[in-house]
């Protein structure tokens, strides 16, 4: 089944409002008109509503870099998917690698995090991957299969299916280190196993997996080339328009 290729940016803590228009605005003159390939955008909360403006009329969706599983009330300083939702995000990252090492996000509260966001109807990207010390001693593919199993325990089949993965080796998260082709199309194949064993074959055939860590014009192509790699969610090269849109056409 033919996988149309995803590439999503996730801006990070990075740009003012200010700053966050100008790059989606050079985002979309580099691939608004395009429709070969999906493209989203996922500034800070605070630019969604100026950026969303900027992207309506074209092919660049929204997303947003995480949420709150609770409906509303008292969460000091979280957001939750109704909120999301309201300013017209399509995507919410889920469980990336900085949230579960730095604030505390786990396989449970992924779960949690993906049930609120499938119901409120936006579409997670739910990230996965090991640590460098993981692949080291040779836990990658059991670290890979507890964070899948977690991450989608409860969920239906149909839900299954609007949800993209982002497999991102920890280790080549905005440290200039990529994992080959190979090793990200071996980790690829071996999440699609587990998405098989959780559903059916064609479901797992059929959801996208992207690849995330230290994506770029240089190695975008090779990449994407793979057969169980279909797009990439990119940080550091998200922020630059030109960077970015070598990876959604690399040469
Ligand atoms: C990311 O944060 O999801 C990511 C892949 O970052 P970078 O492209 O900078 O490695």
Redesign the pocket.
């Known amino acids: 089944m033919a996988r149309k290729t995803f590439i999503a940016g996730?801006w990070?803590m990075n740009t003012t409002i200010e700053d966050a228009v100008a790059l989606a605005k050079g985002v979309v003159e580099a691939v608004g008109s395009q429709d070969a390939v999906d493209v989203a955008i996922c500034p800070p909360y605070v630019s969604l509503a100026a950026v969303k403006d900027v992207v309506k009329d074209s092919n660049v969706k929204l997303g947003a870099q995480d949420v709150h599983w609770e409906k509303m009330g008292a969460f000091t300083g979280k957001v939750c998917c109704g909120m999301l939702k309201s300013v017209g995000v399509t995507y919410v990252?889920i469980g990336?690698?900085?949230q579960r090492t730095y604030f505390h996000e786990t396989d449970s509260t992924v779960n949690k995090k993906i049930q609120a966001a499938l119901k409120a109807g936006l579409l997670p990207i739910v990230?996965i991957g090991e640590t460098l010390d993981e692949r080291k001693s040779g836990k990658m593919e059991a670290v890979v299969e507890t964070q899948t199993r977690g991450a989608f325990e409860g969920i239906s089949r149909e839900d299954a299916l609007k949800c993209t993965i982002?497999y991102?080796p920890v280790w080549?998260?905005?440290?200039g280190e990529t994992a080959t082709p190979e090793q990200a199309n071996e980790a690829h194949v071996f999440v699609r196993k587990i998405l098989a064993d959780l559903y059916d074959e064609e479901s797992a055939q059929s959801m996208r997996i992207q690849y995330?860590?230290?994506?770029?014009p240089g190695n975008a192509k090779e990449l994407l080339s793979q057969s169980d790699v279909d797009g990439?969610?990119?940080?550091?090269?998200?922020l630059k328009p030109e960077l970015f849109e070598g990876i959604v056409n690399p040469k």
């Open positions: 996730n990070k990252i990336h690698s900085e990230c982002a991102e080549a998260i905005g440290t995330g860590g230290s994506m770029k990439g969610l990119i940080g550091g090269a998200a």
